[in-house]
């Protein structure tokens, strides 16, 4: 959780801070994200168990991409941010590294170019960048840093089967982003995105899922108080920023609205969004205690 200190791993390579400027090649030259894996990927096209990273800071997105991962077969390793991510590389190969962007200490673009660059055979594993946002700016400055390709956030099964079986994603024609602004009319929760929860979970698993997500979500309304009174807009947006992508993942649309809105809002505005947040918490709080009842 933001605001929180996260642990590190150390780099063991002698060469340890990777560069933050964006190379202008991937490890491919000008790969574009729309053209096929190469050959070495697609050599099998017949369904295995992968070894797979998740580099994702937001403890409610590891256990709800954990158990999608899991429940397909496959094994996860959980970095909680950077460092993690590149230390987990020195300790084994992965098939595919799934990418948070927005990560604390180092993010996912940091952490990409420099395994990239350094860490032997995960040079060439399929990295793939988990984000809330997928403009056409931010995938090309994403592509020129070593990523493969984009999930964009709520994270389903369907989002993940391409990357699965190892089959490129073609982000140019499919994008999963789902965001509360661009709905004509914004619920409390998604319906659609509950139903795939109580489909790829077990009941016991949902209410782990929920219980993991209203004490990150209120520890960092929390943080998002303290940052306002100390003035400390850089921990405000990124801690907004967090509730945002936890609370998209499992259709809490008031709550990922607001704290969307909230990085925009005039200084004078600031606390009547964060009351709108507030309210939309307790909202959603109610909304899935009913939710919970029916599965059970």
Known sequence: MLGRKVEDIPLKSDDTTPSKKCSSKTHRGQTQFSEPISASRQSSTIRRNLSILLAEDNPTNQIITRNLLQKEGHDVTIARNGHE??????????????????????????????????????????????????????????????????????????????????????????????TPAEKVKLSVIDPLIL???????????????LRSFWRVADGLYEDMHS??????????????????????????????????????????????????????????????????KALD
Do not use: W
């Open 85 to 178: 991510a590149i230390g987990a590389c020195h300790a084994q190969i992965f098939d595919v590294i799934l990418m948070d962007i927005e990560m604390p200490n180092m993010n996912g673009i940091e952490a990409t170019q420099y395994i990239r660059r350094h860490l032997g055979p995960n040079q060439t594993s399929l990295i793939i960048a988990l984000t809330a946002y997928g403009s056409a700016s931010q995938k090309y400055t994403y592509q020129h840093s070593g990523i493969d390709d984009v999930i964009t956030k709520p994270f389903t099964l369907e989002a993940f089967a391409p990357v699965l079986t190892l089959e490129p994603v073609n982000i140019a024609k499919k994008d999963t982003l789902r």
């Open 195 to 209: 139903s795939r929860l109580a489909r790829d979970h077990a009941t016991k698993d949902i209410h782990y899922i």
């Open 227 to 292: 940052a306002l009174e100390n003035n400390d807009q850089e921990t405000f947006d990124s801690c907004a920023h967090a509730l945002k992508g936890a609370a998209a993942n499992i259709g809490l649309n008031e709550i990922a609205y607001y704290s969307d809105n909230i990085a925009r809002a005039p200084r004078d505005k600031v606390m009547t969004a964060l009351a709108q947040i507030k309210h939309s918490m307790q909202r959603a709080r109610t909304a899935l205690d009913v939710f919970l």
